[in-house]
């Protein structure tokens, strides 16, 4: 059973696209007999990590609570192209009204998962977590967060509630780096994560000498990483950040830092290709 969070985020998510794809009813939907039973099957066209299946469901039985659906892989399995993911029984009105948003989520989520799956892949056997940001698709956060994990990688913060990440604009706004980490530890509760951001070693000097546990490297050289690495000699975990592709992560990943974000992993999705065929029985 998922998390009762996340089970909250499926339904306001599922609940959210049905009002917006169905609005006061679905029309063309009406040309099918009313109480027509029907099986469906859904097929990928391309290679890909399986995600979404309790967002997909979700649709299926919020208009037809009878709805069975068999599931062929489980999440996070790997799958072919040309696989046949599911097998769906019940209203065909009811399945026609649910296969968009559906499908909707199944691709999406399931891109996320598949990108993250090779970026893990890239990097496995070194020590450097492959990390989310906050760039991801608005009202879909945590439903792209949690397909991330699937994915292999790992979550940074949610939001701006439940960790603290001091960027170039604080840092000026506040004084300095010494000053913005002074208030930080000030104001800021112990089991909430503090982390800033430098653009140089003598920032990251600074940030050390002002006692940072978590520091950002914003677009360093692989060069510049490795003595990042080298200077903080563990007193503080270092991430990588910025220009992280597939092409090159890994490389990042041999300089030693801990952990690398990857705003790609949400923010540029390319959609699973999934089809639906529904027979009457």
């Given amino acids: 059973m998922p998390h009762a969070n996340l089970v909250h985020h499926i339904r306001a998510?599922?609940?959210?696209?049905?009002?917006?794809?169905?609005g006061s009813g679905d029309l063309t939907a009406q040309l099918i007999a009313e109480h027509t039973r029907a099986h469906a099957t859904v097929i990928t066209?391309?290679?890909?990590?399986?995600?979404?299946?309790?967002?997909?469901?979700?649709?299926?039985?919020?208009?037809?609570?009878?709805?069975?659906?068999?599931?062929?892989?489980?999440?996070?399995?790997?799958?072919?192209?040309n696989e046949t993911l599911c097998d769906i029984h019940g209203d065909a009105r009811a399945m026609l009204s649910?296969?968009?948003?559906?499908?909707?989520?199944?691709?999406?989520?399931?891109?996320?998962?598949?990108?993250?799956?090779?970026?893990?892949?890239?990097?496995?056997?070194?020590?450097?977590?492959?990390m989310d940001t906050r760039k991801t698709l608005p009202g879909l956060r945590m439903a792209q967060k949690y397909a991330v994990t699937v994915g292999g990688g790992h979550n940074q913060r949610i939001g701006l509630f439940d960790g603290v990440l001091?960027?170039?604009?604080?840092?000026?706004?506040?004084?300095?780096?010494?000053?913005?980490?002074?208030?930080?530890?000030?104001?800021?509760?112990?089991?909430?994560?503090?982390?800033?951001?430098v653009e140089s070693l003598t920032e990251l000097e600074e940030a050390l000498r002002a006692g940072a546990k978590l520091i950002l490297l914003d677009n360093f050289s692989l060069a510049d990483m490795r003595l990042a690495v080298g200077h903080a000699a563990g007193r503080a975990e270092l991430e990588a950040s910025g220009g992280i592709t597939l092409e090159n992560v890994r490389r990042v990943a041999e300089t030693g830092v801990d952990?690398?974000?990857?705003?790609?992993?949400?923010?540029?999705?390319?959609?699973?290709?999934?089809?639906?065929?529904?027979l009457l029985p």
């Fill in 98 to 130: 649910a296969e968009r948003p559906a499908l909707n989520f199944l691709q999406t989520l399931s891109a996320v998962a598949t990108k993250t799956r090779r970026y893990a892949d890239a990097t496995r056997g070194l020590k450097a977590k492959v």
């Fill in 166 to 197: 001091i960027k170039e604009n604080h840092i000026a706004a506040a004084g300095g780096i010494s000053e913005v980490m002074e208030h930080a530890f000030q104001i800021t509760p112990p089991h909430i994560p503090v982390q800033i951001e």
């Fill in 45 to 81: 066209r391309e290679p890909a990590v399986l995600c979404g299946t309790l967002w997909f469901e979700e649709c299926f039985l919020t208009l037809d609570p009878d709805c069975k659906i068999s599931w062929k892989f489980r999440e996070g399995d790997s799958v072919g192209a």
């Fill in 259 to 278: 952990r690398i974000s990857v705003g790609a992993l949400t923010k540029d999705v390319d959609a699973i290709d999934l089809s639906m065929r529904i």
């Fill in 13 to 22: 998510n599922v609940r959210a696209a049905l009002d917006e794809d169905i």
